[in-house]
């Protein structure tokens, strides 16, 4: 059986982490969670003949977030995960939930901050069943949905934090591969992990440059497995074809740095080779991309095809 979570004013956090929220629901180690998120303040709405889902009207009549950042459904504790430990988050399926997806460009934000004074507000019409997006100006954008944010709780230590920034707990991660069919793992810095998602993306670019990609709600099908034996202190992912390792920080080149140090560590054990050969391997056909320059953490993310590794 399958557990569900809806998105609800009791069942979200807006704008903010904290190790201290408790759980909205407990699984056990390898089931599957189908969640459900909505998107957007009240100025995101579209004009009327479009599907709002009616738990975003209560959670804006709720009031206003306890600071700037994202609506998130959540957490989900997993029996049995403690820190130390990771959380396979397996994606399983990412489907939308309403018609339309927004955008907005805001002064002072952004990857140009100074050259966009005037904030600009695109709503976006969306055809599941075409898989496709109709921009104002005629094209049609083919659909790529995933969450731009999934993470467990921050260490308790940090208090309550912004979802804004992405973080080695995972967070406003921006990383338009992990798409159904993916994994994604975060360390765990808190007894149950508790998993939260939501920030749902029609499509993006990397980069994200103008702080918003397609924002929309999204329903998500995850398998949730606490790993006991894996070592890490920063999210990695993995898609059928490659690993991907990461790293945010507000300069890009520290970014890149930390990425590929990971990644270095990961070619080195899954392919027996040394540090040097896999920094070679890394030169020659690792990828690294820009995942986002706007969440004042940037990011950045590399790439290396699974078959030059277990060949």
Not at 182 to 189: A, E, F, G, K, N
């Amino acid at each position: 059986m399958t557990a569900t979570l809806n998105a609800s004013p009791e069942t979200c956090h807006w704008g903010y982490f904290e190790a201290a929220r408790p759980a909205a629901l407990t699984i056990k180690s390898g089931e599957e969670v189908i969640i459900n998120t909505v998107s957007g303040a009240p100025n995101s709405l579209p004009p009327e003949g479009f599907h709002v889902p009616p738990e975003l009207y209560e959670i804006h009549a709720a009031g206003p977030p306890p600071m700037p950042g994202h609506i998130l459904t959540g957490p989900v504790a997993v029996e049995g995960a403690m820190p130390g430990d990771v959380l396979q988050v397996d994606i399983l399926d990412v489907a939308l939930r309403q018609d339309w997806g927004y955008n907005f460009i805001r002064p002072l934000a952004g990857t140009l901050p100074q050259e966009f004074p005037e904030t600009y507000h695109t709503n976006i019409p969306l055809d599941a069943e075409r898989g496709i997006a109709r921009l104002p100006w005629g094209l049609e954008l083919p659909l790529a949905p995933f969450f731009g944010v999934m993470a467990v709780a921050p260490p308790p230590e940090w208090g309550r934090i912004a979802t804004i920034e992405p973080r080695k707990h995972g967070g406003n991660i921006d990383n338009k591969e992990l798409v159904a069919g993916t994994t994604l793992y975060l360390p765990v810095h808190t007894e149950g992990a508790l998993f939260s998602c939501g920030d749902g993306h029609g499509a993006q670019g990397d980069g994200e440059v103008c702080v918003t990609a397609i924002e929309t709600a999204l329903q998500g099908r995850f398998r949730l497995t606490v790993l006991k034996d894996k070592p890490m202190t920063y999210p990695q992912a993995e898609t059928p074809t490659h690993v991907i390792t990461m790293g945010m920080a507000p300069s890009l080149d520290t970014c890149a740095e930390m990425a590929l140090r990971d990644m270095i560590t990961l070619v080195s054990e899954r392919a027996g080779i040394s540090r040097e050969d896999a920094y070679v391997l890394c030169s020659l056909a690792g990828d690294l991309r820009v995942t986002q320059t706007v969440n004042r953490e940037k990011g950045v993310h590399m790439m290396m095809a699974k078959a030059l590794l277990d060949d």
